[in-house]
């Protein structure tokens, strides 16, 4: 039964591939960064934007040819190099509960070390030979850099509207996510339909994606995040059911005042339970059902294959996440 | 008389399109920060680099295309992130006599502005629509981060080798010289030898550049280096004035055994003081001489023209801003 096949297995072999040549990046750099680069990549997840990249290739030709194989690298790669800055800028200790480059280096070294990342990722992009691919990556880089600019300086601004969330997540996470689609698409010499198809799938992917971690900061049992429940309020970030729960609130004013007025953990912590009993979260959970559905349908275009239905079944397993 | 036409005065109206390029990241960015990039931008001193690249298309081809206007765009803003990163990891509250971003902004908008420039480097590099200039530009940006990387590990290495010098200002500087002059000279359809012969002179320029830069930080003035005297030494990097005064120094030991004890600016101080005096200097000038008479040679290679004349020239003015 094709259902059962995940996504994340169909690219197994291809995906290897993509995990050996980011590795390879140690063998060539400086010996006593290495191993800490290692342990940088070492700790990136579940590898879903590669494995994006990938699958969106493989719904044309399978296995990935090596320039799929390179772009693949040069998404993961990138999300990696953006992860340690932001945990710099965070000055977050931990992250997905093991220790970060940041708590172990000074902050000079964390800064280059991501600045090799980000070099490493061009490189990787470079490698493609193919020019839409190199501006498509150098687009997305700006977008993300803009978008975590954005977020910094719209930091504590509770009374926001709820129309800056959007771009602001497309920013951070659903641009590299249709990044990753297109950039498989393009590389497979799909048409210009398909291309836009698969962007548009990875776009709306991702924005379920992102809802559903915004939804998960709020809902998440602090062992299972690895970082405090709550923590995008308490760093400033409103997120969508943030957004919903001030739109349900009798008296809206008196929330952005608490907010204001709160420099303590205390009385933001009062904030979040009251955000995670109230019905802002079914809320937001059908907001991020409803952009799974939209990333479902971006699909019809292509002939029924068991990469098609593992990028269908990804995009309800990734609003499954909540439950 | 051809010799009087500098190489910026004959590039001029190329590289006011590459500055309009450059500003115009300004209009497309998030408005609060689109002052503090003018900023940085304004202060990126002489445009050499950029100089360089279109100088190295105008050999073969006036006025520089928009592709060669573009790449020149690439190599100052990537010159100008990297210094971004650079104040942030030295902790510099003055660079050319000016606040930096970094004292007026907090870190984390700091780390970002200079990725945000490395992404609109990218961008204007992607422009070119030129595989082997992209590939080149990702390469020189690895180079230079590596580099970086290196000179922080081995800072206060007081005893390292004089051979451990070359690479580290190759990375530093001398890459990003040659990948301007390549990259005009891949954009200007040059012939593989051409490619080579300005990629050889942007390199051997840049060798000079840095040995006289590293020269003025021992016997510039605090007044005009914007810095203090000796500021590398006292930051732990042993430069080509160093190696030669540790050199010609009876008791090698006796000086690496005052440094490891040094960690006032008082020793350090003495030690400044003394190579600024010894023959030293005298060797390092005569070595960034070498580097720029092998830059000259280089260009032996192309018919003359006034635009080999400036190459020229500018080899003997690069190690003439020492006197």
Redesign the interface.
Known sequence: MIKEVTLLELVRPDLERVEAKMRGIASG??A??AAAFLQLLGSGGKRLRPALALAAYNLFEQPASEKAVAVAAAVEMLHNATLV?DD???NALVRRGITTLNAQWN???T??????L???A??F???T?N?PV??L???T??I???G???Q??SSRQWDQPQEAYYPRIFAKTASLFASATKSGALLAGASEDEVQALYDYGKDLGMAFQIVDDILDYTGEESTLGKPVGGDLRQGIVTLPFFYFLQNSPDRQAVIRALENSNGAGDIGDIINQVRRSDAMRQAAAEAQDFASRARARLSVFPQSEYRQALEDLADFVVSRHV
Chains 1, 2 share one sequence.
Request: charged share 25%; proline share 2%.
């Open positions: 750099a400086y006593p960064l800055h710099l800028i965070d902050k000079g070294a800064v280059l070390a991501g600045d090799y980000f070099a490493r061009a490189g992009a470079a490698e030979e020019v190199v501006q990556f150098a687009d880089l700006r993300i850099v803009e975590e600019l954005r910094l300086f």
